[in-house]
């Protein structure tokens, strides 16, 4: 029990990780779109518990309204809308791409081997400074709102026009026809 | 005790599976949830970061990834309705006008 307690944050990560893992799989080898998307689905959820673990409880939140409520509603609305029929028979391009696969299989070991070396020899992390802001202790979502509202208020203007663009684009895309001249 | 490198081998495993996704997969919508994928892989190293050098600006760059994720997503969408109603398909094979 207390070797449970002692460890306890690991056994959340390697449960979260395989989650987001497994999901990640799921995406890629189902070949139905909507197993796919649900697929996707449990590995946003993953991740929002991760972020919960990093302490950026905020964005948990903003993963789960964001990508779990708008993103993937709107992939499943957009699988329904085009008909089963139309799902394409899928031409698997492995045969042209093995030799890169193997290069990049071969980076990513490396990758991953350098990682286990050095998380088995890398400091713990130290959050407490990211809730500092003035000199007072704050939650993380007020000390993420300062720094957003006060030092980075222009990039998140940009962004705002961002989506704006995004969701003009996107209702001009989904449009049926041009309209004629003088008006539909 | 979870490092910061654990984060990130998790965060690379998640992006190669997104890259994986992108290149075998014909299916548009899958390919869209592959870049959501790999999107989130970027997410994941921003927080790591962030908890890492006790700095939030990490955490802050990942709403504006996540802003961009969400505008990429409505944007291929409406890409996804407007394919399938030009040419009823929404296999990336057959979409190839462009290529030349």
């Known amino acids: ?184 | 005790m979870i490092t910061t490198t654990h984060y990130l081998v998790l965060s690379l495993v998640l992006f190669s599976l997104g890259v994986i996704g992108m290149a075998v997969r014909r299916n548009f919508i899958t390919v869209l949830m592959c870049i959501e994928l790999i999107l989130n892989a970027a997410n994941i190293n921003l927080i790591a970061f962030s908890r890492q050098l006790g700095d939030l600006t990490g955490q802050v760059f990942a709403v504006f990834v996540i802003t961009i994720a969400a505008a990429e997503a409505a944007i291929g969408l409406g890409i996804i309705v407007a394919l399938v109603r030009l040419k009823q398909t929404t296999n990336l094979d057959q979409v190839n006008v462009m290529e030349g």
């Not at chain 1, 409520?69 to 799902?87: E, N, P, Q, S, T």
């Not at chain 1, 704050?138 to 940009?158: H, I, K, Q």
Request: charged content about 10%.
């Open chain 1, 1 to 184: 029990m207390s070797w449970l307690l002692l460890h306890f944050s690991q056994i959340v990560f390697y449960a979260l990780a395989a989650c987001a893992v497994a999901g990640a799989v799921g995406v890629i080898a189902f070949r139905s779109p909507v197993r796919a998307a649900l697929s996707l689905l449990g590995t946003f959820l993953a991740v929002a518990g991760l972020f919960v673990l990093m302490e950026a409880e905020f964005l948990a939140a903003v993963q789960i309204l964001v990508y779990a409520g708008g993103v993937m509603v709107l992939f499943l609305f957009v699988i329904m809308l085009v008909k089963a029929r139309d799902i394409p028979q899928e031409r698997q391009y492995l045969g042209k791409l093995a030799p890169a696969a193997v290069g990049l299989g071969v980076l990513l070991a490396v990758l991953v081997g350098v990682g286990v070396w050095a998380a088995a020899h890398g400091a713990p992390a130290d959050a407490a400074a990211l809730r500092q802001v003035q000199g007072a202790t704050l939650g993380n979502t007020e000390a993420v709102g300062w720094s957003l509202y006060r030092d980075y208020l222009l990039p998140f203007e940009v962004v705002s026009i961002v989506l704006l663009v995004a969701m003009i684009g996107a209702i001009v895309m989904g449009r049926r026809e041009a309209p004629k001249e003088g008006g539909a």
